[in-house]
């Protein structure tokens, strides 16, 4: 359902060996889309205001294809054809690039709860595509990938704290920040002191407990994506433990998944329908 959290757009499922091959096309379509549209917004040294108007003609190509007008670059030809084939809604793509829009004049979120509104804009349409796809997208399935898509987008910003601060962004909710006595000069002098780590191991706790109320949905889904889902979550829950590992120090090193945590996380695919029983 969704990416590893080290990947380039990293709430997204790149079409793995697990994906079954007839549907490989589609999800590269919808990830060129999204990782276009995320460029857009974090690369180059394109102003503010181009950023948003380049943001905004995609909002535009969106509506030729509701108008089923022909498309007019390769990659809105291909999402256009997806679209298409598989009925997907065109909400979830108008809410990624609501969120890809946000990215450009947000820089601080003074609450959990205004993370969690980005969160849902920018992770979790991914999630709903996905289960369209596969002609899943129950209610009860959304609610439980809404929870492991945003876990995932939190992990990804708990890992990039220092990457993000060099782009003048904290994604740590502000309140948080200050129930804990933690300064944004904290970020800037990678101060990883007492007070770093309880803020830290709060978040930590708060992600790894929001993907495990959505895991039980890679025990519902049938065959290979199910499994791909396993292997999404073990991995999201890696990073967090490579986390803890590094007693919270994120300005020195950036936990990430290597090439020998791919065993564990099989193992731990394995293991996840005793445990979650």
Known sequence: ????????????PVASILMPAHLRPAVRAIYAFARSADDLADEG??????RLQALGDYEVKLDRIERQEPADSPIFNALQQTITAYKLPLAPFRALLSAFKQDVVTTRYPTFNDLLDYCRRSANPVGHLMLHLYGAASEQNCRDSDAICSALQ????????????????????????????????????GDNDQAWHALMQFEVLRAREMM??????????P??????????????????????????????????????????????????????S
Do not use: C
């Open 45 to 50: 040294d394109a102003t503010a205001e181009q």
């Open 154 to 189: 939190l992990i990804n910003f708990w890992q990039d704290v220092a990457i993000d601060w060099r782009k003048q962004r904290i994604y740590l909710p502000l309140e948080d920040l200050q129930r804990f006595h933690v300064s944004p000069n904290h970020i800037a002098n």
């Open 223 to 276: 065959g290979r994506l199910g499994w791909e889902l396993r292997l999404v979550i073990q991995g999201g829950l890696r990073i967090l433990e490579k986390l803890e590992s590094v007693d919270y120090d994120v300005f020195q090193r950036r936990p990430k998944i290597g090439k020998l945590d791919s065993l564990v996380l099989g193992w731990r695919a394995l293991r996840m329908a005793s445990r979650l």
């Open 1 to 12: 359902m969704v990416a590893n959290p080290i990947d380039h757009y990293e709430n997204f």
């Open 212 to 221: 495990l109320s959505g895991a039980p949905l890679a025990l519902r889904l």
